[in-house]
Antibody, heavy 122, light 106 residues
Framework: QVQLVQSGAEVMKPGASLKVSCKAS????????IHWVRQAPGQGLEWVGW????????NSAQKFQGRVTVTRDTSISTAYMELSRLSSDDTAIYYC???????????????WGKGTTVTVSS | DIQMTQSPSSLSASLGDRVTITCRAS??????LNWYQQRPGKAPKLLIY???TLQNGVPSRFSGSGSGTDFTLTISSLQPDDFATYYC????????FGHGTKVEVK
């Protein structure tokens, strides 16, 4: 079945960089966008960015530009989100989600990973 | 960036009630609007995309409407599984979630 399996929980120091992975299975990895969404404790959902696994093209929310890098390794059907210069405000659950099919116009996030809990603390 | 204003932030309702949640975009987003349900400790679940298209497997008591800047999610008859938090998401330009609506037991 279609699933996204994320890497395990992380405890990070302020100022460090974080890298979370998201391994896709059950579908053609290069055929669908991958989004990254985060949720701080007790807060709402916040979109971080996306990658087109076919082309490698990316986009991210303005507040993260310059600090987030989304990449992929098509040989192992895995997407990555790297976030630099961490602060306590980056403490959150980070989700990856499958987006729209490449080349189509109707967009949604239909399959989600279980989330990766990231704690930033000195 | 497009801002999404979702209301109410919370509501109390009883089983069988009709529930309506709204989202307003800061500019026209055509029909590029999705709705998600999130239960505590779980990942969000897609309910509706492109304003009114029900995702496979989602009960027909959920419906969506709107266009341009104003959108509505309606639950026609609230069921036990529906007590959760609901989010809208605009997909017109970049992506922006609404702040969520928590549906609680009255």
């Amino acid at each position: 079945q279609v699933q996204l399996v994320q890497s395990g929980a992380e405890v990070m120091k302020p100022g460090a960089s974080l890298k979370v992975s998201c391994k896709a299975s059950g579908y053609t990895f290069t055929g669908f966008y991958i989004h990254w969404v985060r949720q701080a404790p007790g807060q709402g959902l916040e979109w971080v960015g996306w990658i087109n696994p076919n082309s490698g093209g990316t986009n991210s929310a303005q507040k993260f530009q310059g600090r987030v890098t989304v990449t992929r390794d098509t040989s192992i059907s895995t997407a990555y989100m790297e976030l630099s210069r961490l602060s306590s405000d980056d403490t959150a659950i980070y989700y990856c989600a499958r987006g729209m099919a490449v080349g189509t116009a109707v967009d949604y996030m239909d399959v989600w990973g279980k989330g990766t809990t990231v704690t930033v603390s000195s | 960036d497009i801002q999404m204003t979702q209301s109410p932030s919370s509501l109390s309702a009883s089983l069988g009630d009709r529930v309506t949640i709204t989202c307003r975009a800061s500019q026209s987003i055509s029909t590029s609007l999705n709705w998600y349900q999130q239960r505590p400790g779980k990942a969000p679940k897609l309910l509706i995309y492109a304003t009114s298209t029900l995702q496979n497997g989602v009960p027909s008591r959920f419906s969506g409407s709107g266009s341009g800047t104003d959108f509505t999610l309606t639950i026609s008859s609230l069921q036990p599984d529906d007590f959760a938090t609901y989010y809208c998401l605009q997909t017109y330009s970049a992506r922006t979630f609404g702040h969520g609506t928590k549906v609680e037991v009255k």
